[in-house]
């Protein structure tokens, strides 16, 4: 697919544009391409809307020189995609820190985020002083891109895509190349306050996917049903799946996507009419 850039702040944020109707942007989660969403994306374009897939900030083909790496940082440049596009409100597909990026812009612009469908969001708590030295020793060069991929592989809990191998080997490729693990380091060692501060005050419909076996979270239903309590929303499990259960079981996980954002679209026809 061809890329596309758009300049925030400085910095380039990339990402891909498919399809015509109501607009679908999808975040993609911490130390993740936009192509995360090669299973869900065409699926929600065959369906009638125009899928944006971005990459985060530091990931990807965006830039890597940015000053904050926190979900604030990333909620603004999906609003700024959104007036960049030209095209909103916006429905939002997010994953993981995406999810929590997403909530956050929800509240600071909320006209311009219609729904929010929320895959294993993480939205609140912080790693400790230990954790943090542990990341960073993990995660420093030469070895730091092997070992992110290896821990990325524990997050496919039940099965892992047919297509694994090869996409590791990209995501490998993309996280040696200058400022890549050092950008996912540092998202991943961001504080998550801020959209934890705002989860009360999200007025999109949410629905919240957890993967039963995603292993970020030690009681997975719980978390989703608090993060979905947050934000007055809905969660569902998917039963067996891990951190990326669009990924891991597309054939259970779209139709969940797919079906909120036909509840909502009535909405969105509105916009579009």
């Keep these: 697919m ?3 850039w758009f300049e925030n702040n400085n910095g380039k944020i990339s990402y891909e544009d498919n399809g015509s109707g109501p607009l679908v942007i999808c975040i993609p989660s911490v130390g993740d391409l936009r192509a995360e969403y090669r299973f869900l994306a065409p699926r929600l374009v065959e369906a009638g809307y125009r899928v944006v897939v971005m990459d985060m900030r530091g ?3 965006s830039s890597t020189e940015w000053d904050d790496f926190s979900v604030v940082g990333v909620g603004r440049d999906l609003l700024a995609l959104i ?8 429905a939002v597909v997010g994953t993981s820190m995406g999810a929590g990026a997403a909530a956050w812009a929800a509240v600071e612009e909320p ?7 929320l895959i294993g969001p993480a939205v609140h708590g912080e790693p400790s002083s230990a954790a943090k030295m542990l990341y960073r020793a993990l995660f420093a060069r030469p070895w730091g ?22 996409y590791k080997a990209v995501l490998l490729c993309n996280m040696k ?11 991943a060692l961001a504080t998550k306050a801020a959209s934890a501060e705002r989860l009360g005050g999200v007025s999109a419909p949410v629905r919240v996917i957890m993967g039963s076996k995603d292993p970020d979270f030690k009681d997975q239903e719980a978390e989703a049903r608090w ?5 007055h929303g809905e969660y569902i499990m998917v039963e067996g799946a891990g951190h990326y259960p669009h990924a891991e079981m597309p054939e259970i996980s779209t139709p969940l996507v797919l079906d909120f954002l036909r509840e909502h679209q009535p909405q969105l026809e509105k916009v579009y009419a």
């Design 83 to 90: 007036r960049h596009l030209q095209a909103g409100p916006a």
């Design 227 to 231: 993060v979905a309590e947050q934000m």
């Design 145 to 166: 891109p092997a070992v992110w991929l290896t821990y990325y592989a524990t997050l496919y809990t039940s099965r892992k895509p047919q297509d694994f191998a090869e």
């Design 2 to 4: 061809t890329t596309r």
């Design 111 to 117: 006209g311009s985020i219609s729904a929010l469908a």
């Design 177 to 187: 190349e200058p400022g890549r693990i050092e950008a996912t380091l540092k998202m």
């Design 59 to 61: 990931h990807g083909e």
